[in-house]
Nanobody
Framework: QVQLVESGGGLVQAGGSLRLSCAASRRTFRDYAGGWFRQAPGKEREYVARISAGDGYTDYGDSVKGRFTLSKDNAKNTMTLQMNSLKPEDTAVYYC???????????????????WGQGTQVTVSS
């Protein structure tokens, strides 16, 4: 099993930036895809971004495309989500995810991912 721990959330004004990190307890992102999802109060968990195993191909949800950048460091077992030009509608709890038990996962549906961090709060004020 693998444990994921997010960090880097906080309060920022609209137009500002935050960087979220996800640390895995063992070698993970070299062999398995990683993803970020978010959940605002009263809303369903929403896909944000994903990064492939190996060479790190990235994909983004439409609402964050062009503003967020996902990267990883295989040697450190970490993923980093750089969030720029933040908007109040980006306010949510952000979760990182992977799936080491289900084979290759490359899905925008949060239900397909098996391992989750505890989440980190991002609040963007207007």
């Amino acid at each position: 099993q693998v444990q994921l721990v997010e960090s880097g959330g906080g309060l920022v004004q609209a137009g500002g930036s935050l960087r979220l990190s996800c640390a895995a307890s063992r070698r993970t992102f070299r062999d398995y895809a990683g993803g970020w999802f978010r959940q605002a109060p009263g809303k369903e968990r929403e896909y944000v971004a994903r990064i492939s195993a190996g060479d790190g191909y990235t994909d983004y949800g439409d609402s964050v495309k062009g503003r967020f950048t996902l990267s990883k460091d295989n040697a450190k077992n970490t993923m980093t989500l750089q969030m720029n030009s933040l908007k109040p509608e980006d306010t949510a709890v952000y979760y990182c995810a992977t799936s080491v038990d289900s084979g290759a996962v490359w899905s925008t549906d949060w239900r397909d991912w098996g391992q989750w961090g505890q989440g980190t709060q991002v609040t963007v004020s207007s």
